[in-house]
């Protein structure tokens, strides 16, 4: 060893002393806080151990004659040979305030007993700690930046090790299933599972009911009069259906509903449309998705079919699909169709149009233009006045407003065309080309 070494040594040992002796002169510190400020070194041992060999290294020389400023209660159980032995008397820990020995053992159980309701291949451990624990660590990591750690990752580790032996299941630090929180500023342990998606599509065979919930925006879901005590401004919605049987088999708290598009609540989708579906917080994974179809075709309203697990990333495909539709339309005209005029219709073929913001949604969508294509129009003349519209669109295209103009907002438009206004559209989504 040359000098260099020897003196780079004994610099480290010296800067080992003035980090401990300050730790130590805060007042009295417990052997897992002083060993925090030491963590990474000695690979293989606990912060505990760490600060018990730590304590006994300022006590060797404490009793060699060193002067150190420390606070002498930290040194109670020693016996020295030159100084007084320090009175015995039960201390609090000036950094974690005795939590370690105290109140994580208590959580530590509250956390066993919690995640035993749910069903989990792995867990994450995370910590919230009270202001005056959080003051106090970045004191101890500003002490010993180079060495310590935080004293929530000393948390994370004592409860995920003990919620690994006490079930079997391992820490997964990149997705876990289940999400463990240690709140210190509650003094509780919170738990939640990560979302359960399922992919699949849907019909929707009735008119009448949206594809969401629609919570009423008075009471925000508790019941009122506007809503007739219902909380929702419909009876039901494609979600709800979809969401009853698998919150019961799954014991979720609720649901997201995320589609590829959607029809209005007075359009029939008779093409299966492509949605994922968010379980929140489910306690049971495993479950027999052949069951839950079966459960939800017995609905008069909604069916589905392809049900399978997904994942968040299908979330991001299904919304940003562009998938074109075909839609059926039984359109009513103000004026007796002319079979002349009605010739015109065959002439749309990969026809562009340019479609403002509808009236009837500018309240909640901003004014802007669009350009689309129609891709063809077929009809059949169902009386005088009568029309039945086969339309195969772009996703995304305001149908509704293509057959009727909205009142100059979309051109051209098949009410322009005709020369003829509408009085009434009943409307079918009957392809959705995947």
């Known amino acids: 060893m040359g000098t260099e ?3 780079n040594g004994k610099e480290s040992e010296l ?3 003035r980090i401990a002796s300050e730790i130590l002169n805060i007042g009295y510190v417990c052997n897992i806080c002083l060993g925090r400020t030491f ?6 041992k606990t912060n505990e151990d760490k600060g018990k060999i730590v304590r006994d290294f300022i006590a060797l020389l404490l009793d060699s004659g060193l002067n150190i400023n420390v606070k002498m209660e930290n040194f109670q159980e020693y016996n020295f040979r030159r100084l007084e032995k320090v009175q015995s008397n039960k201390s609090v820990c000036s950094v974690c305030e005795n939590i370690f020995t105290e109140i994580i053992p208590k959580l530590v159980k509250e956390a066993i007993k919690k995640v035993r309701a749910y069903e989990f291949e792995n867990f994450l451990v995370g910590t919230v700690l009270n202001k005056t624990l959080y003051e106090k660590d970045q004191m101890i990591l500003k002490i010993s930046p180079d060495y310590s750690e935080s004293i929530k990752d000393e948390i994370n580790r004592i409860v995920g090790k003990s919620v690994g032996e006490k079930t079997g299941k391992s820490v997964n630090y990149s997705d876990p299933q289940l ?5 210190l500023k509650k003094l509780k342990i919170e738990v939640k599972s990560k979302s359960l998606y399922i992919y699949g599509g849907y019909k929707k065979l009735v008119r009448g009911i949206p594809q969401t919930t629609w919570y009423c925006k008075r009471c925000k879901g508790k019941g009122c009069k506007k809503c007739n005590w219902r909380g929702k401004m419909y009876r039901s919605s494609v ?17 997201s509903f995320h589609g590829s598009g959607r029809e209005d609540i007075d359009v029939r989708c008779l093409d299966y449309r492509p949605f994922v579906i968010e379980i929140v917080d489910p306690k049971v994974r495993s479950i027999d998705l052949d069951k839950v179809k079966t459960e939800i075709n017995r609905s008069k309203y909604v069916q589905v079919s392809d049900l399978k697990f997904a994942s968040k990333e299908d979330v991001i495909a299904v919304k940003e699909a562009k998938n074109d539709k075909v839609y ?16 015109k219709l065959s002439n749309i073929k990969s026809v562009r149009i340019l479609q403002k913001t509808p009236i009837r949604v500018l309240h909640r969508r901003a004014d802007l233009l669009r350009e689309r294509v ?28 293509f057959i009727h103009g909205d009142n100059g907002r979309t051109k051209p438009s098949i009410a322009e065309i005709l020369q003829n206004n509408v009085r009434k559209i009943i409307l079918d989504v009957i392809g959705i080309r995947k």
């Open 5 to 7: 070494d020897l003196h």
């Open 39 to 44: 963590s990474k070194l000695l690979y293989g």
């Open 239 to 255: 979600q709800q259906i979809i969401e009853k049987p698998l919150i019961k088999m799954t014991k979720g708290k609720k649901s």
């Open 179 to 183: 999400q463990i929180l240690v709140n």
């Open 15 to 17: 800067e080992i002393v």
């Open 328 to 343: 059926k339309a039984i359109v009513t005209f103000n004026k007796k169709l002319d079979k002349k005029e009605l010739e």
């Open 374 to 401: 129609v891709k063809n129009v077929e009809y059949r003349i169902l009386g005088k006045r009568r029309l039945e519209l086969i339309i195969e669109c772009d996703a995304g295209t305001y149908v509704k407003e």
